[in-house]
């Protein structure tokens, strides 16, 4: 039999304080200290955008995409976004699509809380043009769906969120939720995700829409000064985990346990995202000081950050974006190839250029030597 949505018992009555103390002290000071962090690196959205990237890349990951933080970004250099005549570029698409869902739930929150409308426009940014662009984007499902092997019936589901009708009340009591008072934030995240997930109010993209709601209830609440924050590593090394104690909260009740297993994938990804934000800040420093001494160029570090945004690049899209006059461009190209700060990934081939690639900072995000 499958499990049921739980009901009525949303929000938790209770919690286990007991098991759940000695990990909430340690997953705010985790969390603080990423955010110390993130404060001081100038231009946070830029430095950090390897990170966004792969974030994407391992969200996507969860949900069944095969496809490499590298493949990604040599299909965005490719420049033909909208080509899904591979699985491969199709699952590069979708990688894409989350990213650019999360930037525009960012633009937004500029004006708009955390809510309901944000995360419908989110989710039409995740779902366009892509594989779910015929599961009504941006709106909330008006069928029964389930959670089980390809082609099970409702019988044979895992589990099965409320039905349609239910959604809209049981989403107006979440979004109530997230700006309610809480005791710790961080545990009133766990359940705030948690309970996105056992609704699952869209017809696709639910998984990716709930890990994006971390980053930006994190921002929301003022934990972080920006929502660059990286769960998805946590979350895809623990994938059983991770969908059993969701299950364990509609089956057994078992909110505590949810919370637990999500405060420890806070400290631990917080101090690993820290470890990666320290590292890029060391290197754009040290490249800072470099390009300027190489080139002599009043544009070197504004191509140094261009690079560091998009770390995997053509020559003709640097000229094209950079907003550094074309000679220029060209020269300081060269200048970054002759002293291995680029390096040829794919060689040129007849009027296609070289796709080169800043190795030294996709490695640090990776987290191993991967390019």
């Known amino acids: 039999m499958p ?173 109530e939720y997230i700006h309610a008072d809480a005791p710790d934030r961080l545990v009133q995240l766990a359940i705030v995700h948690a309970e996105f997930e056992a609704i699952h109010p869209f017809l696709d993209g639910n998984g990716r829409i709930g890990r994006l709601i971390i980053p930006l209830f994190l921002y929301n609440h003022g934990l972080l000064s920006r929502p660059n924050f990286y769960l998805s590593e946590y979350l895809e090394a623990n994938r059983s985990e991770y969908y059993d104690r969701m299950l364990a909260v509609s089956r057994d009740d078992d909110w505590s346990g949810w919370v637990a297993f999500f405060l420890r994938g806070i400290i631990a990804q917080a101090d690993a995202n820290t470890k990666k934000a320290q590292a890029i800040l060391a290197l754009h420093q040290e490249k800072r000081d470099a390009v300027v ?38 020269k300081l190209v060269r200048d970054f190839r002759d002293h291995g700060i680029l390096r040829e990934l794919v060689p040129a081939s007849g009027r296609a250029p070289a796709t080169l690639v800043f190795s030294e900072l996709l490695n640090i995000a990776e987290g191993r030597n991967a390019f």
Request: aromatic fraction near 8%; charged fraction near 25%; include cysteine.
């Open 3 to 175: 499990v049921l949505y739980h009901e009525g018992r949303f929000p938790p009555q209770a919690l286990d304080l007991g098991t759940l103390f000695p990990l909430v002290g340690p997953a705010n000071a985790a969390v603080a200290r990423y955010e110390g962090v993130l404060a001081g690196i100038p231009n946070p959205d830029i430095l950090l955008s390897p990170l966004t990237s792969r974030e994407a890349v391992l969200s996507s990951k969860i949900e069944g995409t095969q496809v490499t933080l590298g493949e990604v970004l040599e299909f965005e250099a490719q420049g033909h976004l909208s080509d899904e005549s591979s699985p491969k570029k199709a699952d590069a698409r979708e990688v894409l699509n989350y990213r650019a869902a999360l930037h525009e739930a960012t633009r937004l929150m500029e004006r708009l809380p955390l809510s309901q409308r944000l995360i419908k426009a989110a989710h039409q940014v995740l779902m366009d043009g892509v594989r779910g662009r015929n599961k009504d984007p941006g709106h909330y499902r008006g069928i029964p769906n389930w959670i089980g092997a390809d082609g099970c019936t409702i019988e044979q589901a895992r589990f099965v969120p409320p039905g349609a009708d239910r959604i809209d009340a049981a989403m107006a009591g979440w979004e």
């Open 293 to 330: 001494e190489i080139t002599h160029s009043q544009y070197a570090v504004r191509a140094l950050d261009w690079i560091f945004q998009r770390p995997l690049f053509k020559t003709p899209d640097f000229i094209e974006s950079a907003q550094i006059p074309a000679a220029t461009a060209r």
